[in-house]
């Protein structure tokens, strides 16, 4: 009976260090969007704020491309960006749905902004953003301060230029994420290490036993992320 109160009591211990390490870690990541003040937190649209509209033509939803090229220009002036998010639409996601959703089609777009720096001059920053067409949106992590402008630039293929493709719902976000995919990733960091200090010992002993641990985990984080 006393080994059993042992095991329950450390499971307890391991449990409770897993959820302050995660808890810990998903605070630092969303340390910026929680420090601002409550008017600059949430989600802005930029539909309507657009400067620049080459190879786009607005619709009452959002952008629809013309051409091969296009670029959209949105004017943000913002103190804090965290996150640009946009959805998109094409036929040839329109075509895979029908045909039970069997694609490898991806949307190819460019995102750059730019921040003022510490000197008061303009950075122009860049995220080469790249996504399956079934997703039917995307966000970029912007996480720059006073952000002056977004643009979201597409170049497609000729083989592509018959498809149509429409750019709906541009906003930024500075909204608190929490990441699954983090989460499980610093408990299993957590489960280990409390595993390799609860069975020392035997770890010491045959420490093949350590390398068995620290090969299943690892393989754990890879598939996670």
């Known amino acids: 009976m006393g080994w059993e109160m042992s095991i329950i009591k450390k499971s307890i211990l391991i449990l409770i260090l897993i959820i302050i390490a995660c808890a810990g870690v998903e605070l630092v990541c969303n340390f910026k969007v929680l420090s601002l003040p409550s008017?600059?937190?949430?989600?802005?649209?930029?539909?309507?704020?657009?400067?620049?509209l080459t190879g786009f033509e607005k619709t009452e939803k959002g952008y629809v491309l013309t051409g091969n090229y296009g670029k959209i220009t949105w004017t943000v002036n913002a103190a804090y960006v965290d996150k640009f998010s946009y959805q998109f639409l094409t036929t040839g996601y329109l075509e895979a749905r029908n045909r039970w959703l069997e694609t490898d089609g991806y949307?190819?777009?460019?995102?750059?902004w730019?921040?003022?720096?510490?000197?008061?001059?303009?950075?122009?920053?860049f995220a080469d953003d790249n996504n399956p067409i079934l997703l039917k949106a995307s966000t970029v992590k912007v996480g720059g301060d006073d952000v002056t402008w977004i643009s979201l630039e597409v170049n497609r293929d000729e083989s592509e230029s018959e498809e149509?493709?429409?750019?709906?719902?541009p906003i930024v976000k500075n909204t608190v994420l929490i990441n699954k995919y983090r989460i499980c990733s610093v408990a299993a960091i957590v489960l280990l290490l409390a595993l390799l200090v609860t069975f020392r010992g035997l770890v010491l002993k045959k420490i093949e036993y350590g390398f068995a641990l620290a090969a299943l985990f690892t393989g754990l984080i890879m598939i996670i992320n």
Do not use: H, M, W, Y
């Open 39 to 52: 008017e600059q937190r949430g989600e802005r649209s930029l539909l309507g704020n657009e400067s620049e």
């Open 107 to 112: 949307l190819e777009a460019d995102i750059l």
């Open 164 to 169: 149509v493709l429409e750019i709906i719902a």
């Open 114 to 125: 730019g921040e003022k720096n510490g000197f008061g001059q303009e950075e122009v920053k």
